[in-house]
């Protein structure tokens, strides 16, 4: 049985992560500055540890017989690493490379690291981008997860660290907080639960490719099992979505019509993206199986229960 430290299992991805990690067999801690694991968490088997990644007595403590570290904790999002890019720098890539060297001296066997294939491969020239097209990100938030994943590629290369990098796509679900500035389903459905117009940046033809959390699940725990000899995957849905259709999907899930408001476009944004994923189908079978409108009103039922 592998024993998995999952920092960040707290988050969004983390706990569903810790959760189906253990449904499948490993032992699981989870790591996260929050105080205590999360209530919705229910196998009492998963462990806890309170402590800031930053920290490196926190790091050495939690990390003593570990086999995977799941890297799931990012600490800014796309909005603040845009404003402050140092601190981007200094807490996400030389806090990263930290944990690296620290995993090296611990004898950590593989990390696990969810990079952002929506971000990562900037604006495209083809669609689906595979994972051998070129990158481009423009974005920090974007620079910082290609950096780590030089720095994985380096670590393995001179230390013998072993890693897997998951580009994810835009994941959505329970659990996704609608408060902050990213994931637009739950923000857009909490709008929506509140009376509020949705808004909309730009003119609503962005393109992104959607993939409900319990999928993205699955298919991590599927590339973790099989051991490809790939380190690289996109993990997404493979087909795309415009953020007119995301809303013309949820106004027929829950037989209402939506009236959205219009704001500018970010500075930076890319305008259609969707990934390949045929390399991970490949090594796993795996397929996406919650449809969009599916995920959609599971995640409204979940944001209704809130309390
Ligand atoms: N959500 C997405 O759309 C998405 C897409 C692609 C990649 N990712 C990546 O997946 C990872 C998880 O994303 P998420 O959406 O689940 O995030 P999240 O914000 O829901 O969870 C992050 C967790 O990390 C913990 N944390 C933050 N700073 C910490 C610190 N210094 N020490 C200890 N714990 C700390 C938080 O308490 C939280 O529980 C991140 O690396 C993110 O960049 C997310």
Redesign the pocket.
């Known amino acids: 049985m592998k024993r998995c430290l999952l920092?960040?299992g707290?988050?969004?991805?983390?706990s569903h992560l810790a959760e189906a990690l253990v449904v499948s067999g490993f032992e699981v801690t989870i790591?996260?500055?929050?105080e205590q694991k999360r209530p919705d968490i229910r196998q009492e088997s998963i462990g806890y540890i309170k402590?800031?990644?930053?920290n490196e007595n926190d790091l050495t403590h939690a990390l003593d017989d570990t086999d995977y570290v799941f890297h799931?904790?990012?600490?800014t999002l796309p909005g603040p690493s845009l404003e402050s890019p140092v601190c981007d720098i200094e807490s996400n890539v030389i806090g990263t490379v930290r944990l690296l060297q620290q995993c090296c001296k611990a004898g950590v066997e593989k990390i696990i690291f969810?990079?952002?294939?929506?971000t990562v491969y900037g604006e495209p020239d083809t669609i689906p981008v595979r994972e051998t097209d070129p990158v481009r990100p423009v974005h920090p938030y974007a620079i910082s997860k290609m950096t780590i994943e030089m720095y994985l590629r380096s670590f393995y290369e001179i230390h013998g660290l072993d890693y897997l990098v998951l580009r994810?796509a835009?994941?959505y679900g329970e659990r996704?907080m609608p408060f902050g500035n990213?994931?637009v389903i739950p923000i857009f459905l909490y709008a929506i639960m509140e009376g509020r117009s949705p808004v909309i940046y730009g003119d609503g033809s962005m393109v992104r490719d959607y993939i409900y959390i319990s999928d993205l699940v699955d298919a991590t725990i599927a590339l973790i099992k099989k051991r490809p000899p790939e380190r690289l995957f996109n993990v997404g849905s493979g087909s795309g979505t415009s953020v007119h259709e995301l809303l013309g999907t949820m106004a027929e899930v829950l037989g209402v019509e939506i009236d959205p408001l219009y704001a500018d476009p970010p500075g930076i944004y890319i305008s259609r993206i969707i990934l390949d994923i045929s390399r991970m189908q490949h090594y796993t079978g795996w397929k996406p199986r919650v449809r969009l409108a599916e995920g959609i009103g599971r995640t409204y039922r979940w944001l209704e229960s809130l309390p």
């Open positions: 920092l960040g707290n988050g969004f991805i983390g790591f996260d500055s929050r402590g800031d990644f930053l799931f904790i990012s600490t969810p990079s952002s294939g929506g994810y835009n994941p996704q990213q994931g």
